[in-house]
């Protein structure tokens, strides 16, 4: 089952910040965090287990709520580079290795 | 170190033909996946395959199958092929059996349907 994700889209200046949220139905063992510019692949941006721990990498941040099964994914201070689709992938503890992944957020940061 | 290579990286087809698509992952990695991407529709999972075992599979007509090789390269097989299967195929590869490693993504194989 594809986790949810809000907003479809976001439109920033340089320097606002925005938050995208990826939520489960289901028990979740790891949410992944991917983005993907336009005619690329999508590339790694993290991994949260479970546990509720606080990852980050350069401005954007991640969290992971499981009680909630919810993960935020937060760009702070945005820069122009951030923009792309932003998508979260989920695993389960009994299927490992089955990463799902949402329909994605599309950012867009102008100057 | 070599990233994922998927070939071809564009195939025009014929409805009602079939198609083979290659993914080589990274060396070393033992699991590859295989995603269906299409405009709105994000990244629809087809199957999963570790040490040469179809572990995990998507919601997608028996017309999508795969096999993995002994040195980790996999195969995605599209028989009777329809308009709707026009997407870009994406492959990814991971060095672990659980989830806690990042998947490596190939650039992709874009197939068109006609």
């Known amino acids: 089952q594809q986790p949810v994700q809000s907003p479809q889209a976001v439109i920033l200046r340089e320097g606002e910040d925005a938050v995208i949220n990826c939520s489960s139905s289901k028990a979740l063992y790891s949410v992944h965090w991917y983005r993907q510019k336009h005619g690329e692949a999508p590339i790694f941006l993290m991994i949260l287990l479970k546990g509720g721990e606080q990852k980050g990498h350069d401005k954007i941040s991640a969290s992971f709520n499981e009680k909630k099964q919810q993960s935020s994914l937060y760009l702070t201070a945005s820069q122009l580079s951030y923009s792309g689709t932003y998508f979260c992938?989920?695993?389960?503890?009994?299927?490992?290795?089955?990463?799902?992944f949402g329909a994605g957020t599309q950012v867009v940061v102008t100057p | 170190k070599a990233g994922v290579t998927q070939t071809p990286r564009y195939l025009i087809k014929t409805r009602g033909q079939q198609v083979t698509l290659s993914c080589s992952p990274i060396?070393?990695?033992?699991?590859v996946s295989w995603y269906q991407q299409t405009p709105g529709q994000g990244l629809q999972f087809l199957f999963e395959y570790f040490s040469e075992t179809q572990r995990n599979k998507g919601n997608f007509p028996g017309r999508f199958s795969g096999r993995q090789f002994s040195n980790s390269r996999s195969e995605m097989n599209v028989s009777t092929l329809e308009l709707g299967d026009s997407a870009l195929y994406l492959c990814a590869s991971s060095i672990s059996a659980s989830g806690n490693t990042e998947a490596f993504f190939g650039q992709g194989t874009r197939l068109t349907v006609v």
């Open positions: 992938g989920t695993e389960r503890a009994d299927s490992w290795g089955k990463l799902q």
């Open positions: 060396s070393g990695h033992r699991s």
